[in-house]
T-cell receptor, first 114, second 110 residues
Framework: DSGVTQTPKHLITATGQRVTLRCSPRSGDLSVYWYQQSLDQGLQFLIQYYNGEERAKGNILERFSAQQFPDLHSELNLSSLELGDSALYFC?????????????FGPGTRLTVT | DAKTTQPTSMDCAEGRAANLPCNHSTISGNEYVYWYRQIHSQGPQYIIHGLKNNETNEMASLIITEDRKSSTLILPHATLRDTAVYYCIVSPASGSRLTFGEGTQLTVNP
């Protein structure tokens, strides 16, 4: 158990819909990262937040957005869903201070768009 | 971030040491070598990281060559539960994204 929690575990929805994925980081971790893992693209970084502020952005679609709240939990919002958005979405957290930044991953949310 | 090269797959007998190589010839001076593994669609699991010295923890050892252009992850006594995809990642100390490649599929056989 990494200490990172993600809800829901599974999500099935239709094209065009909007969903919200939730992540609670490990206690004390200030930084949250979102990754997408699909069969054809592998594990890809989407976005990072640090203490409520966006720190880095990867290949995140404009239809996707995220935020980190004052209690440090984070939400990833996916809208106008397409079949190709079906994937595993992982959240990770780290202390993000000092000289090393190992990330601890949650169990993921499996999104299926039909 | 520097690119890494790993073998696509490796096999290891249960109870034997598993040595997983990684090449990172373009690594910069401030970049760390991280190893993660992913067991069948579970969240990736952090294993170990290092800058230039060899490192050991309860899970594994990391050997980094003196020129830092390659490294080896050693699982001293592999078990069936170590069957996973192992990712070698080079990342600056400032953190931010992890860039995952294809990794090495390690299969531990009874």
């Amino acid at each position: 158990d990494s200490g990172v929690t993600q809800t829901p575990k599974h999500l099935i929805t239709a094209t065009g819909q909007r969903v919200t994925l939730r992540c609670s980081p490990r206690s004390g971790d200030l930084s949250v990262y979102w990754y997408q893992q699909s069969l054809d693209q592998g594990l890809q970084f989407l976005i990072q937040y640090y203490n409520g502020e966006e720190r880095a952005k990867g290949n995140i679609l404009e239809r996707f957005s995220a935020q980190q709240f004052p209690d440090l939990h984070s939400e990833l919002n996916l809208s106008s869903l397409e079949l190709g958005d079906s994937a595993l979405y992982f959240c990770a957290s780290s202390v993000a201070q000092g000289v090393s930044y190992e990330q601890y991953f949650g169990p993921g949310t499996r999104l299926t768009v039909t | 971030d520097a690119k890494t090269t790993q073998p696509t797959s490796m096999d290891c007998a249960e109870g034997r040491a598993a040595n997983l190589p990684c090449n990172h010839s373009t690594i910069s001076g401030n970049e760390y070598v991280y190893w993660y593994r992913q067991i069948h669609s579970q969240g990736p699991q952090y294993i170990i990281h290092g800058l230039k010295n060899n490192e050991t923890n309860e899970m594994a050892s990391l050997i980094i060559t003196e020129d830092r252009k390659s490294s080896t992850l050693i699982l001293p006594h592999a078990t069936l539960r170590d069957t996973a995809v192992y990712y070698c990642i080079v990342s600056p100390a400032s953190g931010s994204r992890l860039t995952f490649g294809e990794g090495t599929q390690l299969t531990v056989n009874p």
